[in-house]
């Protein structure tokens, strides 16, 4: 399931411009394209996310754990791809 900006911020009490630095410095994943002007995310990479945060995980470690939800997002395509 994918959630739009709305949930996003709702889920993480954050506004906007908050959620958008966050991409920015590697705090949070990027958006999927659902369409010209519609983005969104996986609720499972917001779940893990909020998660970590409140599990208390330092900038550090949340920037690593962005990058394996990135990484995953990829080798799920090939994966796909291969059947």
Request: proline share 4%; glycine share 4%; no cysteine.
């Amino acid at each position: 399931m994918i959630l739009k900006i709305p949930q996003v911020l709702a889920q993480r009490a954050r506004s906007s411009s908050s959620h958008y630095r966050d991409i920015q410095n590697g705090l949070f994943t990027k958006p999927v394209n659902l369409g010209q002007r519609a983005v969104g995310w996986p609720i499972d990479e917001v779940n893990i996310l909020t998660a970590a945060q409140v599990a208390g995980l330092s900038e550090d470690e949340i920037r690593n754990l962005v990058a394996e939800l990135h990484l995953k997002r990829k080798s799920v395509f090939s994966t796909l791809m291969e059947v």
